[in-house]
């Protein structure tokens, strides 16, 4: 069928709702087409100028991050923060082992002060797994993040008739392993439904030039008209207000130097 096929974007993603026929004289299935997607999650597949759609037709894309090993990476949330702003997702940070941590990391502020719902949970102590899943009660969600985080085991704590395989972090490297090698939805227990995806090391941003990169970081976003230069890339102009705000610490510096990166990576 000639709506499957597409040479820009993945065919079939996890998520998608596609019309199927039975195979005559056979027990096989059929994909017949696509719907079209509304929420999706996307990066550039590798190798190619071509969109991999992570998730399709999700409400939320839940970025889980870990409080300790591995280390919490600020610079991936923020690369989150734009592509469910790309895909029309609501994004969620969960916090997860708070059972390896004293307290929350401290840059987790940064995503509370930007209005970004945050939920801190443990799959030894149950610690905000209730809450979780009042989150996603009824919606369609995708786990996404960093190898190792414990992405597998939220969900084998949010419904225990999974037992989805999972791994300890490496020793020597304090970095997660790969368990997870494709994306899978579950249907859990309470109405919930949830895009398992593999650990990633860095999340490509489809769908976004460098130009625009400033308009997802919405405390620079206002002050980018002050700036001298209509212009302005906030790297090196004078008279930048952005440059300025974040020397008098209206900006946060993490912030800051996460734009940085991305502008100069696209």
């Known amino acids: 069928n000639d709506m499957l096929v597409d040479g820009k974007t993945s065919i079939l993603a996890p998520g998608d709702r596609v019309p199927v026929e039975k195979a005559p004289d056979a027990d096989a299935l059929f994909v017949m087409a696509v719907a079209p997607r509304r929420g999706k999650l996307s990066r550039p597949a590798i190798g190619s100028e ?16 870990s409080a300790a ?18 895909g029309g997702v609501q994004p969620l940070l969960c916090v997860n082992k708070m059972d390896l941590a004293d307290e929350e990391p401290a840059e987790v502020k940064l995503y509370r ?35 190792g985080v414990g992405k597998s085991s939220l969900i084998n704590a949010l419904d225990p008739q999974f037992e989805i395989a999972t791994r300890d972090i490496s020793d020597q490297t304090k970095k ?35 130009e625009e990169v400033d308009f997802y970081f919405p405390e620079m976003e206002g002050l ?20 300025q705000a974040v020397e008098a610490g209206e900006i946060a510096t993490a912030r800051y130097q996460s734009y940085r990166r991305i502008r100069e990576s696209l």
């Open 50 to 65: 071509r969109e991999q759609v992570i998730a399709a037709n999700i409400d939320v894309a839940v970025v889980v991050a």
């Open 69 to 86: 090993r591995p280390a919490f990476k600020p610079g991936l949330v923020d690369r989150y923060l734009i592509a469910t702003e790309v």
């Open 113 to 147: 002060d930007l209005g970004m719902p945050v939920i801190n949970t443990s799959c030894r102590t149950d610690l905000g797994l209730d809450e979780l899943r009042a989150h996603l009660k009824g919606k369609y969600a995708c786990l996404t993040g960093h190898s």
């Open 176 to 210: 997660g392993r790969h368990t997870t090698s494709t994306s899978r939805l579950y249907h859990l227990e309470g109405d919930i439904h949830i895009v398992d995806t593999p650990g990633i090391r860095q999340l490509g941003l489809w769908g976004v030039s460098r």
């Open 224 to 243: 980018a008209t002050q700036c001298k230069f209509r212009d302005c890339t906030h790297l090196h102009e004078p008279g930048c207000a952005v440059r």
